[in-house]
Structure formats: structure tokens, C-alpha cells
């Protein structure tokens, strides 16, 4: 599944059921993180048009799904908490390349939200799958397609403004690394936990 080396066990989906609150919760800092993301690369690449049109539609989906997720923790009379670091994703962050030139390191971002789209996606995907309640389920199910979306759109704009990076073959190393990464993840509620 898109590429991804390893997938998540499905237990991981029971261990985000009994902890519901608390996956939403992270869940819905998940989307506004994607949404700053979004925004700070329009900041910084503002030459492209295309670009700015697109990853300004993405930031606006990513707070919405923000909203949804929100919507549903008051509806159960949960509370939104605090943020918390995303140990994952800071590990991918390490991960990309900040030297090179310029358009190395934007080309890189791309790839590093791509790879969060796609774990994303995948995670998503186990929950809807094996999660007992229904609504839960049809709400991931949807937001999977959203994602899967996402990852597309990073992919296609590194492709696309590459000067010199092969992205195909850094795609590859993405995958590689984050294969290895998620070895550690998959036992605790949070979305990439
Ligand atoms: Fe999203
Ligand atoms: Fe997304």
C-alpha cells in the first residue's frame, strides 16, 4: 500500500479504540499540523502558482478534517488536550535534508510530507478496518481517501520542480528509512504511535 515497507499490526486499531479521547485528540493536532505544513510551504515557495493554488486547498481540507475531528470530541463529551510531540514525525524531520540547495531541501519537504500523508493514510486505513464502532470507521474510511489524496499531490509537485534531486530513487530512501522507523511504533494510541 503505497508503497509503504511495512504495515501496521491491526492490533495496534484496539489498542486506539480502548483510548479513544486520547487518539482524537492527537488526531486533530495531526491535521493542524498538516495544515501549518501546507501553509509554510506555500511561505516559502510562493513562485509556484500551481502550487500555492493546490496546497492552499490542501491547508484549508486539513483544517476542516480538523473541525470534523473536534466536532466529534465534543459531541462524545470528550476534551481536546494538549498537543503532544509527535516522536515519529520528528524522527522523519531528522531525516530530511536540510543543505544542499534550495531546491534540494524543498524538494525534500515534499517528500517528507508525503511520507506522513502516506503513514497517515495507512493508519487510517487500519482503523476504519478494525475498529467496532461504526461511525469511527466511516469517518476514517473517508479521511483515508482524503490522505491518499495528499501523498499524491506532495509526489507529483517534487517530480515535477526537481532540478536536480532523482526523486524516484530519494522516494526510495524515504520508504527504506521509514520502513525501519515504524518498527518501534504500532503500540501506542496516537496516530503514529
Ligand atoms: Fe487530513
Ligand atoms: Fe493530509
Not at 29 to 56: G, H, P, R
Not at 62 to 83: A, N, P, S
Not at 140 to 145: P, T
Request: glycine share 4%; charged share 35%; proline share 1%.
Amino acid at each position: 500500500m503505497l508503497g509503504l515497507k511495512l504495515l501496521t499490526d491491526p492490533r495496534w486499531a484496539n489498542i486506539a479504540e480502548d483510548n479513544i479521547e486520547e487518539i482524537l485528540t492527537d488526531h486533530a493536532w495531526c491535521e493542524q499540523k498538516a495544515a501549518t505544513n501546507a501553509i509554510s510551504l506555500i511561505m516559502l515557495n510562493s513562485q509556484y502558482e500551481d502550487l500555492v493554488t493546490t496546497l492552499t486547498e490542501i491547508a484549508i481540507e486539513e483544517m476542516e478534517h480538523f473541525k470534523m475531528v473536534h466536532e466529534i470530541i465534543k459531541e462524545r463529551g470528550y476534551k481536546l488536550g494538549m498537543q503532544r510531540e509527535d516522536d515519529y514525525v520528528s524522527k522523519l524531520y531528522k531525516f530530511m535534508k536540510k543543505d544542499g540547495s534550495r531546491n534540494d531541501a524543498f524538494i525534500d519537504r515534499l517528500l517528507f510530507a508525503a511520507m506522513i500523508e502516506a503513514r497517515s493514510c495507512e493508519r487510517f486505513r487500519v482503523l476504519s478496518e478494525n475498529i467496532k464502532d461504526g461511525e469511527l470507521a466511516k469517518f476514517y474510511r473517508d479521511l483515508m481517501i482524503s490522505e491518499a489524496n495528499h501523498y499524491t499531490t506532495f509526489l507529483k509537485f517534487a517530480r515535477k520542480y526537481t532540478e536536480r534531486i532523482d526523486v524516484d530513487k530519494r522516494w526510495k530512501e524515504w520508504l527504506d528509512f521509514e520502513g525501519k522507523l515504524i518498527q518501534s511504533y504500532g503500540k501506542k494510541e496516537f496516530v503514529h504511535g
